[in-house]
Protein backbone atom coordinates (compact mmCIF):
# COMPACT_ATOMS: atom_id res chain seq x y z
CA UNK A 1 0.00 0.00 0.00
CA UNK A 2 2.72 2.37 1.17
CA UNK A 3 4.75 1.96 -2.09
CA UNK A 4 1.67 2.39 -4.56
CA UNK A 5 0.73 5.55 -2.64
CA UNK A 6 4.77 7.14 -3.06
CA UNK A 7 4.33 6.16 -6.34
CA UNK A 8 0.81 7.87 -7.10
CA UNK A 9 2.84 10.90 -5.57
CA UNK A 10 5.40 10.88 -7.25
CA UNK A 11 3.19 10.61 -10.86
CA UNK A 12 1.22 13.53 -9.07
CA UNK A 13 4.08 15.95 -8.57
CA UNK A 14 5.47 15.11 -11.91
CA UNK A 15 2.51 16.37 -13.91
CA UNK A 16 0.99 19.06 -11.87
CA UNK A 17 3.82 20.68 -9.92
CA UNK A 18 6.49 20.96 -12.32
CA UNK A 19 4.20 22.07 -14.73
CA UNK A 20 3.20 25.25 -12.54
CA UNK A 21 6.98 26.17 -11.72
CA UNK A 22 7.55 26.30 -15.09
CA UNK A 23 4.61 27.97 -16.08
CA UNK A 24 5.30 30.93 -13.49
CA UNK A 25 9.13 30.82 -14.36
CA UNK A 26 7.90 31.64 -18.20
CA UNK A 27 5.24 34.35 -16.71
CA UNK A 28 7.79 36.16 -15.20
CA UNK A 29 10.54 36.19 -18.11
CA UNK A 30 7.31 37.24 -20.32
CA UNK A 31 6.18 40.32 -17.87
CA UNK A 32 9.92 41.49 -18.02
CA UNK A 33 10.32 41.39 -21.79
CA UNK A 34 6.74 43.24 -22.09
CA UNK A 35 8.01 45.91 -19.05
CA UNK A 36 11.64 46.67 -21.23
CA UNK A 37 8.95 46.92 -24.34
CA UNK A 38 7.04 49.67 -22.64
CA UNK A 39 9.72 51.72 -21.38
CA UNK A 40 11.70 51.81 -24.70
CA UNK A 41 8.63 53.09 -26.52
CA UNK A 42 8.01 56.14 -23.63
CA UNK A 43 11.78 56.39 -24.04
CA UNK A 44 11.56 57.03 -27.51
CA UNK A 45 8.51 59.24 -27.42
CA UNK A 46 10.25 61.13 -24.82
CA UNK A 47 12.63 61.97 -27.39
CA UNK A 48 10.41 62.75 -30.17
CA UNK A 49 8.86 64.88 -28.01
CA UNK A 50 12.13 67.26 -26.94
CA UNK A 51 13.83 66.03 -29.96
CA UNK A 52 14.67 69.74 -30.11
CA UNK A 53 16.07 70.15 -25.88
CA UNK A 54 17.67 66.76 -26.79
CA UNK A 55 19.43 68.22 -29.51
CA UNK A 56 20.57 71.03 -27.42
CA UNK A 57 21.71 69.14 -24.36
CA UNK A 58 23.84 66.66 -26.85
CA UNK A 59 25.59 69.71 -28.50
CA UNK A 60 26.24 70.85 -25.27
CA UNK A 61 27.75 67.74 -24.08
CA UNK A 62 29.68 67.20 -27.17
CA UNK A 63 31.15 70.73 -27.16
CA UNK A 64 32.17 70.14 -23.46
CA UNK A 65 33.50 66.74 -24.27
CA UNK A 66 35.81 68.55 -26.85
CA UNK A 67 36.64 71.08 -25.29
CA UNK A 68 38.96 68.86 -23.08
Not at 16 to 38: D, K
Not at 58 to 67: F, L, P, T
Amino acid sequence: MGRRLGAAMERLRATAVVPVLREERAQGTTEYAILVGVLVVIAILAIVAFRDKVSELWEAISSGINSL
